[in-house]
């Protein structure tokens, strides 16, 4: 049998495709490594000048829409008693979740709780302030538990209440620094002028509860400013500032207490907390105290949210109406933060509208009211907050590399 072999030319040939085909299969699959997010690989913040800024979500309006539901309900093992409305039997909960906030130049749409823990895994977010982002905190915690059933409470690290999702390793957290500085009660001796003792500030000293923190977060949202006024603090019992161990004279007003602290923290978190870290500041959580103050049978039993023309009349500080303050701390917290690598998270003034969304009288306690007042400062779960919690997830998200 003879058998043909190739000529040179078929060689060289054969050799140029086969070459050829390595080469085309090596670049493709280069291309494809690029292009292909690894799923091991831990999410980077974009730096801010690359956050997305067309979009504000903090201006718009509130439309009724019958088919916005809410994500969890009265069964989230997370819920704090008085928030819980649903269970509290607060009357027409379907309509107060029914209304949607639209932005008026952009989409917002409800969070993706399991998109959100695929995007944050190996990631923790915490929250750091008053009882107001704890509220916030808890709506997070019930509208991410619906991604993991297995989610479990955490109390690590000083936490006031928390949550680690394990299929997805996060965890978010509160921290309760309702100052943000570091106080503590100091009695007098004897009743002098009525007074019974002082509240003691160290301006320049951070509240123990969330000094330890500041490496665990990867996104930290602080808040304060609805303690410092003569509700919380009154005559009998007043603040009193110190800065380097000693008092601070002539004596502060809050406003100037609020300041220095404001000063102080900032550059502390700017000092201590990771540039990698995502940080913003909540403002105000506006408060519907209707025909007094919360200690002065302060009513919020409304049935719908407040209209464009009644916002001012409520929170304008030239109105000198009992819920002003809201607006007149957010002129010093925003000031404080100009120039700072602080996001500012302006909920404050999607919230004036919905004076309809507290717990009111609806406390889950007996007598509650009674001795503490209707509640309408936080807000019933779910509620506004969750609007809150959809805000911020898209922040967040928009600060990340894709």
Request: charged residues 20%.
């Amino acid at each position: 049998m003879n058998v043909k072999m190739p000529s040179k030319n078929s060689t060289t040939l054969l050799t140029s495709l086969i070459l050829s085909s390595l080469i085309f299969l090596y670049l493709y699959f280069s291309l494809l490594s690029f292009s292909s997010p690894n799923p091991l690989s831990k999410p980077q913040f974009k730096p801010k000048s690359h956050s997305l800024n067309r979009c504000n979500f903090f201006k718009g309006n509130w439309v009724f829409d019958p088919n916005h539901k809410p994500i969890y309900d009265e069964t989230c093992p997370f819920h704090r008693n008085s928030w819980n409305c649903l269970r509290n039997r607060r009357e027409k909960m379907g309509v107060i979740n029914s209304w949607k906030w639209v932005p008026k130049n952009c989409s917002l749409t409800q969070i993706d709780p399991i998109g959100f823990l695929g995007m944050m895994r190996n990631k923790n977010i915490g929250f750091v302030g008053d009882s107001l982002n704890e509220n916030f905190l808890v709506s997070f915690l019930c509208v991410l538990r619906v991604a993991d059933n297995g989610a479990k409470k955490w109390k690590k690290m000083g936490a006031w209440r928390g949550a680690y999702f394990p299929k997805f390793n996060v965890t978010v957290a509160y921290h309760r620094a309702v100052l943000l500085s570091k106080y503590k009660w100091q009695p007098n001796q004897s009743d002098q002028d009525g007074v019974k003792g002082i509240y003691r500030v160290d301006v320049d000293i951070p509240a123990d509860d969330w000094v330890q923190i500041t490496k665990f977060y990867d996104v930290l949202v602080f808040n304060t400013g609805h303690w410092w006024g003569p509700h919380k603090f009154p005559k009998e019992t007043p603040l009193v500032f110190y800065r380097r161990g000693k008092p601070i004279l002539p004596a502060l007003e809050f406003s100037d207490g609020l300041k220095i602290v404001l000063q102080n923290t900032i550059s502390y978190i700017e000092k201590e907390v990771p540039s990698s870290t995502l940080k913003f500041w909540r403002l105000q959580s506006p408060r519907h105290f209707f025909g007094g103050e919360w200690n002065q049978n302060g009513s919020c039993l409304f049935d719908e949210p407040l209209e464009d023309s009644q916002l001012d009349l409520w929170f304008d500080p030239v109105n000198n109406g009992v819920n002003k303050e809201s607006r007149d701390l957010n002129q010093v917290i925003e000031k404080a933060l100009q120039g700072r690598n602080i996001q500012t998270l302006d909920l404050t003034h999607l919230s004036e509208y919905r004076a309809d969304a507290h717990p009111a009288i609806w406390l889950g306690k007996k007598d509650a009211v009674e001795v503490w007042g209707q509640d309408c400062m936080h807000w019933c779960l779910p509620g506004v907050p969750d609007t809150w919690v959809d805000i911020l997830s898209e922040l967040i998200r928009y600060n990340f590399v894709d």
